[in-house]
C-alpha cells in the first residue's frame, strides 16, 4: 500500500506498455505538432484545488509523481485555478497560490486540511477519525490534521502563502523539466473579503452573495494589477496567465447603481451592441461589458509586463454564466487572448457550439470533465462520453482539450480516455472495444471478459452516474440514496468481481479486483448507512425548527432502533481496505469530518433525548 502517493504502482505503470495506447504511447509527447498532424497541440490537465481528494493536499513528491504519469502520456500542459474570494459559499475562500497584497494589506488565506471549515467539512483531529482510520495517516510528530505540508507546517499567514508558492514553484520547474507549460489562473473582478473596508470611491457594487468589483475604480484596478504582478514575480517564466469569470459574479447586481458611475456607464453605452441578441438580458448584458472591461486591462498590462506570458480567459459552461457571452467577447477582445471554458453541465454537455465559429479566429480549448464533482464519493465512468466530447473538438477545428478532475485512481479508466484520445482524435474504437483494453491491462484478461458488458453499460447508460455526494456542500443523510434497480445492478456487478477472484490467480490483478469490489461495497453501504440515520436527521431537524414535540419518546426510540441498525462501521473498513492513494486518503478524511461528524452528533442528540 502506498498512502503518500497519488496513484499506486499499477495504476502509473498501466499504460506505460502501450497496450491501450497504441504507437502513440512510444511517441514524444513534447514534440512541436505539425500543422496537419492529426492530434490537438494543446493536451492538458486541471487538477482543481479545494478539496482534499485533489491537489490541495499533494506535496512536492505527489506532484512530481503526476507530472511524471502525465507527461509520458503525452500531456503539455498543467493549469492551476485559484480561488481569491467572490460570490455565494466563495466569499472568503482564498487560496494562497496567488498573493494579492496591496496597500499592504494581506489577506486571510490557506489551503484546506481537516482541520478547516469550509466546503462542507467539519473539523476533526485525525485522531478522532472512526474505527480505527486514523492509522492509515501518517503524521508527524506534534500534527493533528490532515493535508499538505503547506496547509500544515506554516504557523503564520504570511507562512501559508511563502511555503504555498515555494511548492508551486517547484511545480512549475518539475513542470517545464518535462516539456510542459504551466498556467496559473485567478477570477477577475472579485477579492479577498478584506478589500471590501478600503475603498475611497465606488470599489464595488453589491450582487446577490457577493461584491461585484468595478473596473473603472482605481482601487479595483489596482488590486487586480497586484494580482498580476505577484503571478509573474512569484512564477518566473510562468507560460500562461488564466483569467476565470467568478461562478457567481453579477445575479442580482443593481444594474442603475452601477451605472452611476460615469466611465461604467458610457463603457457600456460603448460596447453593449457586442452582446445583442434576444436571449441576453440586461444583466448578462452588463456582465460581457464588465468582463470585456476587466479582461482588457488585465491583458494590456500582461502584454506590458511579460510579453511572452499568454492569456487565456475561461469560467463555467451553463446559460447563466460565461457561455452567452462568448460571442460578444470574441467580437470585443483580441485574437491573441485564447478563449476556454468548462463544459457544462460538469461535462455532461460538449462544448458549447459557438466555439466552432470562434475558432476559425482564435486559439480555443475545450474543458471536459474527467468527472463532476457532485459525485465524488462514487465511480464516474464515462469513457463513451469524455470519447465524444474529445472527438467533437477536434471534428471542430478546437486547438486542445484539457481535463478538469480532483481524484486520480478512482478515475483512472477516464484519463487513459484523455490520454489516447486527446493524441488519436480520429481512432474509431468502440467504447467496449476500449474497456476490453482497460481492464485487462488492470484486471486481466479473465475480468476483461467478464466484467466490460457490464461496465460498459454503467457508463452508456450513465446507470451509476449523479449519485449525490456534493463536496461542496456538507452531508445531508439523502447522499448517496441508490434507486431499487441501482442496488440490483451493483449486487450483480460485485457477483461477477467474485467470480472473477475465484478464477484469477495473479496477485496485482486480485488486489485490483478487490479496490474495485471495494468501490461498489462501499457505494451500497454509504446508502445504507443514509436510510438508516434520516430518522434521527428528520427528528433533529423537526425540532430545531419547532415543527415536532420535543417531549415525545416514542419518536426517540423508534429513531434510536433505526440508527443502530446502520452499517457505519463496515461502511468505514470497506472504504479503509482499498485505500492506497494520496486521493484515497482525502476522501476518507472526508467521510470522517462529513459522515462520522455528523453521526456523533447526532448519537448524542438521541441519547440525550432518551434520558
Known amino acids: 500500500m502506498i498512502l503518500r502517493k497519488v496513484f499506486t504502482k499499477a495504476g502509473l505503470c498501466l499504460f506505460a506498455s502501450g497496450a491501450l495506447l497504441g504507437s502513440a504511447a512510444s511517441s514524444q509527447p513534447h514534440a512541436e505538432e505539425s500543422e496537419d498532424s492529426e492530434t490537438f497541440p494543446i493536451r492538458g490537465v486541471l487538477p482543481w484545488h479545494n478539496f482534499l481528494s485533489g491537489p490541495t493536499a499533494w506535496n512536492a513528491e505527489d506532484y512530481e509523481e503526476y507530472l511524471d504519469w502525465t507527461s509520458e502520456n503525452g500531456i503539455n500542459l498543467i493549469v492551476f485555478h485559484n480561488y481569491t474570494g467572490g460570490g455565494e459559499r466563495y466569499v472568503n ?50 500534527e493533528s490534521y490532515f493535508g499538505s505540508d503547506a496547509a500544515i507546517l506554516p504557523k503564520t499567514n504570511k507562512e501559508r502563502y511563502d511555503q504555498a ?10 513542470a517545464h523539466a518535462r516539456g ?27 450582487g446577490s452573495g457577493s461584491l461585484v468589483y468595478n473596473p473603472f475604480d482605481p482601487d479595483a484596478i489596482g488590486i487586480l494589477y497586484a494580482t498580476i504582478d505577484d503571478i509573474l514575480e512569484s512564477y518566473p517564466g510562468i507560460d500562461q496567465i488564466w483569467l476565470w469569470l467568478n461562478e457567481h459574479t453579477m445575479f ?40 470585456q472591461a476587466y479582461v482588457l486591462k488585465a491583458w494590456e498590462y500582461i502584454r506590458e509586463k511579460s510579453p511572452e506570458t499568454r492569456v487565456v480567459i475561461s469560467g463555467w459552461g451553463s446559460q447563466a454564466q460565461l457561455t452567452p457571452l462568448l460571442v460578444g467577447l470574441h467580437q470585443a477582445l483580441p485574437n ?37 464533482d457532485r459525485s465524488l464519493w462514487h465511480p ?62 488492470k484486471y486481466g484478461d479473465i475480468a476483461a471478459e467478464i466484467l466490460t458488458p457490464r461496465i460498459v453499460e454503467f457508463d452508456q447508460q450513465e446507470a451509476l452516474r449523479d449519485i449525490p455526494s456534493h463536496e461542496y456542500f456538507a452531508y445531508r443523510s439523502d447522499f448517496g440514496r441508490l434507486t431499487e434497480r441501482q442496488v440490483e445492478k451493483i449486487g450483480e456487478l460485485m457477483g461477477l468481481i467474485d467470480e ?33 440515520i434520516t430518522p434521527a436527521w ?32 463496515e461502511m468505514f473498513e470497506v472504504f479503509a481496505r482499498r485505500v492506497r492513494s494520496r486521493g484515497e486518503l482525502g476522501v476518507l478524511s472526508s467521510l470522517n469530518q462529513r459522515i462520522w461528524g455528523e453521526y456523533k452528533m447526532l448519537d448524542t442528540f438521541l441519547q440525550e433525548g432518551l434520558e
Open 93 to 142: 475562500y482564498v487560496e494562497p497560490m496567488i498573493r494579492i497584497q496591496y496597500k499592504n494589506v494581506l489577506p486571510y488565506a490557506e489551503f484546506d486540511h481537516s482541520g478547516t471549515a469550509r466546503w462542507g467539512y467539519l473539523p476533526m483531529k485525525v485522531e478522532d477519525f472512526a474505527f480505527g482510520t486514523s492509522d492509515l495517516f501518517e503524521l508527524r510528530e506534534g
Open 165 to 174: 508558492q515555494e511548492l508551486m514553484r517547484e511545480v512549475l520547474q518539475m
Open 180 to 206: 510542459m507549460q504551466m498556467a496559473m489562473g485567478f477570477e477577475f473582478g472579485v477579492a479577498p473579503p478584506e478589500y471590501a473596508s478600503i475603498r475611497t470611491r465606488q470599489l464595488f457594487w453589491t
Open 252 to 291: 442580482g447586481v443593481d444594474l442603475a447603481t452601477a451605472m452611476r458611475n460615469q466611465q461604467m456607464a458610457a463603457w457600456h453605452e460603448e460596447n453593449a451592441h457586442h452582446f445583442a441578441g434576444d436571449n441576453i438580458s440586461d444583466a448578462m448584458r452588463f456582465l460581457g461589458v464588465w468582463a
Open 336 to 372: 491573441e487572448i485564447t478563449f476556454s471554458v468548462l463544459s457544462p453541465g460538469q461535462g455532461e454537455l460538449p462544448h458549447p457550439e459557438v466555439f466552432k465559429k470562434i475558432t476559425k479566429e482564435r486559439e480555443v480549448w475545450a474543458i471536459p470533465w474527467l468527472e463532476g
Open 380 to 441: 464516474q465512468p464515462r469513457v463513451e462520453k469524455l470519447a465524444d466530447h474529445i472527438r467533437s473538438a477536434y471534428a471542430d477545428d478546437l486547438d486542445g482539450v484539457i481535463g478538469i478532475h480532483w481524484r486520480t485512481e478512482e478515475i483512472l479508466e477516464n484519463f487513459a480516455t484523455l490520454f489516447h484520445f486527446s493524441r488519436n482524435p480520429n481512432d474509431t474504437q468502440s467504447t467496449t472495444e476500449f474497456y476490453q483494453a482497460y481492464h485487462s491491462e
Open 500 to 532: 472473477c477472484l475465484e478464477r484469477e490467480s495473479d496477485e496485482t490483478f486480485r488486489d485490483n479486483l478487490q479496490w474495485l469490489r471495494d468501490n461498489y461495497e462501499f457505494t451500497l453501504l454509504l446508502a445504507d448507512v443514509g436510510t438508516h
Open 538 to 569: 428528520q427528528l433533529r431537524d423537526d425540532i430545531l425548527t419547532g415543527a415536532a414535540n420535543t417531549g415525545d419518546s416514542e419518536q426517540f426510540r423508534q429513531a434510536r432502533a433505526e440508527f443502530d441498525k446502520a452499517p457505519i462501521q
